[in-house]
């Protein structure tokens, strides 16, 4: 019998049975308590589960527990949800909660046994897991104050809804190469990340009305490429495109090899030209050539603070939170808060944190008092805005280091050292070699690696990256610097960072460690005493 090697038994695993198919294994599961199945584990993606390492867990606890990761379509989640997410938490989750890079929440600490009634617990609040992960379309992201910016281009909450309407669990798509990331956006600020998207819809307002970039192949880790611009669509129109570019994923992506599986790797292999001609051949109408968008700086996508809302008499708070570590607790005060002072919602954004939609503006006031009374910031510091950290080592298999408390003491002493610091600084802490913290698209990022250190011994800490940004054809992403920094000493090396940017003649952040990179003398003086 041949073996079979890692990409050979997935693609097998999701035609012999599709993971949509999964759920009646998993109630199963959970009443008999029988060993799972590792080919149904890999299936259990498709419901938004995934393993996780044990480091959390007592010494004589063998149980197998899962992260969940539940669907926040446009990022929203009313008070009742956010209730349900809170009691889910506290008693099936250990109080894990935290708002994800792609507008989502995800638990931690589940057992199987549970998740049928977690399910039913989603379902009445009208959430889900179905493609929260797997090898499928996931959450698409959008800007989280569509419809109510007074700034934005154009209200793209519907061309949204439409497209979720087509994903949500849609059986034609239950199986594509790997994970396929969708994004729209209306906002005037780009704060979607249209550049790391596999497909996405940036609204521009041209003399003859407004039309929509669209660009594909962004991403990170082994697909790390910046989006390319294929030409622009009016809003009717992105729903075909949308249609056809799934088809063409589906049908014709490089399934040899998952680490070549991705959208960009196909837009590659054949060319940007080609793959624009099958597309405009699918969708039987040219896209339209005009001249390419200026896009927002990485670090100035912000929607932090207090804004008047489109809505006649009430306003929206953007509030920065650590790491987007919420739990049960935070949820279930927020809720409180929300409720007291007449608010609805909230939106996750992509940077882990979220806005609060419809405070009546006679309310404003008294509920971000409450809010800082929580440590939830409305006008967050330079660096707690946008640093942003993965799972790491406490819950996730293939992290070697601790990034959420690592990342928060970071920010506490970057405060507290310039307290009048006013330029955004974009900060990523990341876990493990992947990029689920978008390392290589910030001012500074860390990535995790293994090294020696000066007894020879292999130990756990980061590789410095500097100089990443994303502004459409201007980005750019980090470059490694070859310095590698124990965790004890990451926030004197950032300290040094600054500093250093602070006594040049240089204005502006990312340019100044973008110079930095290849100076061999500043690189290796971070880390002297």
């Not at 590792?38 to 527990?65: A, C, H, M, V």
Request: charged share 25%; with cysteine; glycine share 6%.
């Amino acid at each position: 019998m041949i073996k079979e090697n890692a990409t050979q038994r997935v693609e097998r695993i999701k035609k012999e049975k599709s993971g949509l198919d999964v759920l009646a294994d998993i109630k199963r599961y959970a009443t008999t308590k029988e060993a799972i199945n590792p080919e149904d584990i890999d299936r259990f993606k498709w419901y938004g589960l995934y393993t996780q390492n044990k480091n959390s867990q007592d010494e004589f606890d063998e149980s197998l527990y899962f992260m969940l990761r539940v669907k926040l379509e446009k990022g929203a989640m009313s008070v009742e949800q956010m209730r349900a997410i809170s009691d889910i938490s506290d008693n099936y989750a250990k109080q894990t909660a935290t708002f994800t890079t792609r507008q989502d929440i995800q638990f931690h600490n589940v057992s199987v046994e549970n998740l049928p009634t977690i399910f039913e617990k989603l379902q009445n609040v009208g959430l889900s897991t179905v493609f929260a992960a797997g090898d499928v379309p996931r959450n698409v992201v959008t800007c989280p104050v569509s419809g109510i910016e007074h700034d934005e281009i154009i209200d793209v909450n519907h061309i949204v809804s439409s497209i979720n309407d087509y994903f949500r669990g849609n059986n034609e798509l239950a199986n594509l190469p790997r994970k396929y990331k969708v994004g729209v956006s209306g906002c005037s600020k780009h704060c979607i990340g249209h550049e790391i998207q596999d497909l996405s819809f940036s609204a521009v307002n041209f003399e003859d009305g407004i039309f929509f970039d669209v660009s594909v192949g962004g991403g990170l880790a082994s697909n790390k490429q910046i989006a390319i611009h294929l030409g622009y669509v009016k809003e009717e129109n992105i729903l075909k495109v949308v249609d056809a570019v799934s088809y063409i994923y589906k049908n014709y992506g490089l399934r040899e090899n998952r680490k070549k599986a991705r959208l960009g790797h196909l837009v590659n292999e054949w060319s940007a030209e080609k793959f624009k001609g099958l597309l405009e051949t699918k969708i039987e109408f040219k896209l339209e050539n005009k001249n390419v968008q200026n896009y927002t700086p990485y670090s100035k996508r912000e929607h932090f603070g207090v804004h008047k809302s489109k809505k006649d008499g009430y306003s929206y708070i953007g509030c920065a939170i650590n790491g987007g570590k919420i739990g049960a607790k935070g949820l279930a005060v927020l809720a409180d808060s929300l409720e007291k002072y007449q608010a609805t919602t909230i939106k996750v954004t992509n940077t882990q944190n979220f806005v609060i939609l419809d405070v009546p503006n006679n309310n404003v006031d008294f509920l971000v008092r409450e809010l800082q009374i929580q440590k939830i910031d409305t006008s967050p510091s330079s660096f707690k805005a946008r640093t942003i950290s993965c799972t790491g080592i406490e819950f996730c298999k293939f992290a070697i280091v601790e990034t959420k408390d690592q990342a928060m003491k970071l920010v506490q002493y970057l405060e507290k050292r310039f307290p009048n610091f006013n330029e955004t600084i974009s900060i990523s802490i990341n876990g493990c070699p992947n990029s689920c913290a978008h390392p290589h698209v910030v001012d500074i990022g860390l990535l995790a690696i293994k090294f020696k250190d000066e007894d020879s011994n292999t130990i756990a800490g980061f590789e410095l990256i500097l100089g990443g940004n994303l502004e459409g054809e201007k980005s750019s992403f980090g470059e490694k610097t070859k310095l590698k920094i124990k965790p004890s000493q990451v926030n004197e090396v950032v300290e040094k960072i600054i500093l250093s940017y602070q006594n040049s003649s240089i204005k502006v952040f990312n340019q100044f460690v973008k110079e930095k990179i290849t100076d061999e003398k500043f690189i290796t003086n971070l880390l002297e005493s």
